[in-house]
């Protein structure tokens, strides 16, 4: 299978179309029936690279080897209405990570190398740096981190234009490879003794801050350059260290609302492990701890040593774990919960239509009560990828409880067993607004990192996800499809004199307040009646009777109004097979409904209360043609609907697997060992 090409020839944000191209893609969705004709974007598309303005600030990278993260963390201030300078400071990399680079960057204007014949070190190099820049602000950011804040350059170039009286910026500095964002500090002095303290952020200035990504003023380090003599290690410390001995702190305002992501991945090829013994040497960290102890106290520093080890070990991969080797169809794996569930259907759909480039097998997780015999089964499907439809049913089978009972089902230690598992790449869905609050959002930090994409399926959730710095972008937007063959209208024969049928379908169970079946649609049914309306509540509830698909199919059949007053997008594919049954619908505006309506069917889009809902349900119970005319839209809206949503969901997988970083199996398994198999079972 030939797998299709950027146009860069390199791609690095894993995603079938992102933030940049959404209009087009949305536009291209509605041609097709997909969407509906009066959708608006949720998320700002971007506009064209003509009109973009030079940000006030220019950006300095330190480049020895580590060419692919390098390119990650160039791009990451390249695709914002502001785009910065950038120099880039090439301290003799290998000279094939110097042309991967070059080649990738080469028609980007912003960009400058300076290739030098040796490396000369951090201190030394950012003062070259600082006098190559042209701007009255330069940012330094390691070649290992990337902005991650949607219009971060612009917020930044805000930022600096207001300054007046500090001498740089500290942006949020996420460290993926700790799940934690780094400390602010500042430097005290009590009883004559130095020390750091964490602070708050109470606290808007502080005093020192970290070299992974600063913004300085250049006129100050034009006169208070680095210290020469620290190739590595100790350097921004010194620089702070020194003007608060001096009694002129420098002052460094907390830049909150842009964040950037550190990730230390581990590395296995010759050129990169040179860098990262060189960022970790422990002799060149030795000769700069040195000198810094002669002039301040040496236990401000303690620790070091361990640190340096510890990070060369994490770092540096033991051994290549290698992907598998595509053949000529992309082997899916789909973990789904349960037969016939909506995940199930999806994943049967669409594999009716991607036989002929992917080859699929589903693994379901309800079936099985045992976690390792679920994970034995997804390791030994072999697949190139592996989707997970719930993405919080990795946590639960990728875990040291699951792992252990796993190796010893397949006769495996289980080092054996993750290298297997991290052959594979991990992507999965999100169709809900659950895990949204910090605490949750920091829980599944390690899980979004460790995936190489993740799809979405509304353009409100692809805003929503976009704008949590925390996490990488979404990989793709994919409308969840419906099977017009299986859902389609009954026969038109009229029902005089019969009552009218409201249906909902789903699981009561899965949240009592999210779906509202006993909170909103019951109560509303219950005021209808009381106002002489002759209605039946047709309830399809998965939790007290499970049923084939073609039988719930035949019960839309019999449905004349479909009601949805859920709050989160769990409602969201029953509302198209309800349109695809040609039947129409009350629902809250949640998940694709705002995007898949007609403009008819858009005023049946109700708050979610019991009144607003029985007003919508009682204007349709009156109005026959109304309802006729609504259920004519929709099964015009859901034409076609799979056949463009198929394609999308290949994109995604083969971008995944093209873009994919050459380490990125490795990333997977310091990711496992690291935040997974500390615990024994979610």
Same mark, same amino acid.
């Given at each position: 299978m030939r797998l299709p090409t950027s146009e860069s020839g390199l791609g690095f944000n894993h995603i079938c179309f992102g933030v940049d191209d959404l209009e087009a893609e949305v536009a291209k969705l509605t041609s097709a029936g997909a969407l509906g004709r009066n959708t608006k974007l949720a998320v700002t598309s971007m506009p064209d690279t003509k009109s973009r303005s030079v940000a006030n600030f220019d950006v300095g990278v330190l480049f020895y080897n580590r060419a692919r993260q390098t390119l990650d963390c160039i791009l990451s201030f390249l695709n914002d209405h502001i785009q910065p300078f950038i120099i880039i400071l090439d301290q003799a990399s290998a000279a094939e990570q110097r042309e991967l680079l070059t080649n990738a960057l080469i028609h980007q204007p912003n960009v400058r190398f300076i290739t030098l014949a040796k490396n000369i070190g951090v201190g030394p190099g950012r003062n070259r740096l600082s006098r190559e820049c042209?701007?009255?602000?330069? #940012?330094?950011?390691?070649?290992?981190?990337?902005?991650?804040?949607?219009?971060?350059?612009?917020?930044?170039?805000?930022?600096?234009e207001r300054a007046q009286d500090v001498d740089g910026f500290s942006p949020r500095i996420l460290n993926v490879h700790e799940n934690r964002f780094m400390d602010r500090l500042r430097i005290t002095e009590r009883n004559q003794l130095l020390r750091f303290e964490v602070v708050g952020p109470d606290v808007p200035i502080t005093n020192m801050f970290s070299g992974c990504a600063v913004v300085m003023r250049r006129s100050f380090l034009l006169n208070e350059p680095y210290d020469e003599r620290y190739f590595v290690g100790f350097e921004d410390f010194e620089l702070a260290l020194r003007a608060f001995t001096r009694r002129q702190p420098m002052r460094l305002r907390s830049l909150d609302n842009v964040t950037l992501v550190h990730k230390h991945m581990p590395v296995i090829s010759d050129p990169d492990v040179a860098s990262t013994r060189m960022r970790y040497s422990s002799p060149h960290i030795a000769k700069s701890f040195d000198v810094l102890k002669t002039r301040y106290n040496e236990n401000l520093f303690s620790g070091w040593e361990q640190w340096t080890t510890k990070q060369q070990e994490e770092m540096i991969a033991s051994r290549r774990i290698a992907p598998r080797s595509i053949h000529d169809k992309i082997n899916l794996t789909f973990v789904v919960d349960a037969p016939n569930s909506t995940s199930d259907n999806i994943v049967r759909t669409l594999d009716q239509y991607i036989t002929a480039t992917h080859v699929s097998t589903t693994v379901y997780t309800h079936t099985i009560d045992e976690p390792g015999q679920t994970l034995r089964l997804i390791i030994e499907s072999c697949a190139d990828v592996i989707h997970f439809m719930w993405r919080a049913d990795f946590r639960k089978y990728v875990c040291a409880a699951a792992v252990k009972k796993c190796a010893a089902l397949m006769r495996l230690s289980e080092a054996e067993l993750l290298d297997?598992?991290?052959?594979?790449?991990?992507?999965?869905?999100?169709?809900?607004?659950?895990?949204?609050?910090?605490?949750?959002?920091?829980?599944?930090? !390690?899980?979004?990192?460790?995936?190489?994409?993740?799809?979405?399926?509304?353009?409100?959730?692809?805003?929503?996800?976009?704008?949590?710095?925390?996490?990488?972008? !979404?990989?793709?937007?994919?409308?969840?499809?419906?099977?017009?063959?299986?859902?389609?209208?009954?026969?038109?024969?009229?029902?005089?004199?019969?009552?009218?049928?409201?249906?909902w379908v789903g699981k009561s169970s899965w949240d009592e307040g999210a779906t509202g079946l006993r909170t909103i649609i019951h109560p509303s049914v219950d005021t209808l009646r009381l106002a002489g309306v002759n209605v039946e #509540?047709?309830?399809?509830?998965?939790?007290?009777?499970?049923?084939?698909?073609?039988?719930?199919?035949?019960?839309?059949?019999?449905?004349?109004?479909?009601?949805?007053?859920?709050?989160?997008?769990?409602?969201?594919?029953?509302?198209?097979e309800a349109m695809a049954s040609g039947i129409p619908v009350v629902s809250t505006r949640v998940g694709v409904v705002p995007y898949v309506f007609g403009p008819k069917q858009q005023d049946f889009i109700v708050d979610r209360s019991v009144e607003a809902f029985s007003n919508a349900l009682h204007q349709l119970c009156l109005d026959i043609e109304?309802?006729?005319?609504?259920?004519?839209?929709?099964?015009?809206?859901?034409?076609?609907?799979?056949?463009?949503?198929?394609?999308?969901?290949?994109?995604?997988?083969?971008?995944?697997?093209?873009?994919?970083? !050459?380490?990125?199996?490795?990333?997977?398994?310091?990711?496992?060992?690291?935040?997974?198999?500390?615990?024994?079972?979610?």
């Open positions: 042209s701007s009255n602000w330069i #940012l330094f950011v390691d070649n290992d981190s990337v902005l991650n804040t949607p219009a971060g350059v612009g917020l930044i170039s805000s930022a600096v297997f598992l991290c052959q594979s790449h991990i992507t999965f869905s999100v169709g809900d607004y659950l895990f949204l609050d910090q605490e949750e959002i920091s829980s599944f930090r !390690p899980l979004y990192w460790l995936s190489e994409g993740y799809c979405v399926t509304s353009p409100k959730l692809f805003d929503i996800y976009g704008r949590i710095s925390d996490y990488p972008k !979404p990989s793709a937007l994919i409308l969840d499809g419906v099977d017009s063959a299986l859902f389609h209208p009954g026969e038109s024969a009229e029902r005089e004199n019969s009552s009218i049928k409201i249906g #509540l047709l309830i399809v509830d998965e939790l007290e009777h499970w049923r084939e698909r073609e039988e719930i199919a035949a019960l839309y059949r019999e449905m004349d109004i479909y009601v949805s007053a859920s709050y989160t997008e769990d409602a969201r594919r029953t509302v198209l109304l309802r006729r005319s609504l259920a004519q839209e929709n099964l015009k809206q859901i034409a076609n609907h799979w056949a463009s949503c198929a394609p999308l969901w290949e994109c995604f997988f083969e971008d995944v697997i093209r873009k994919a970083h !050459p380490d990125a199996s490795n990333w997977r398994r310091f990711m496992i060992d690291k935040f997974f198999l500390s615990v024994d079972e979610l």
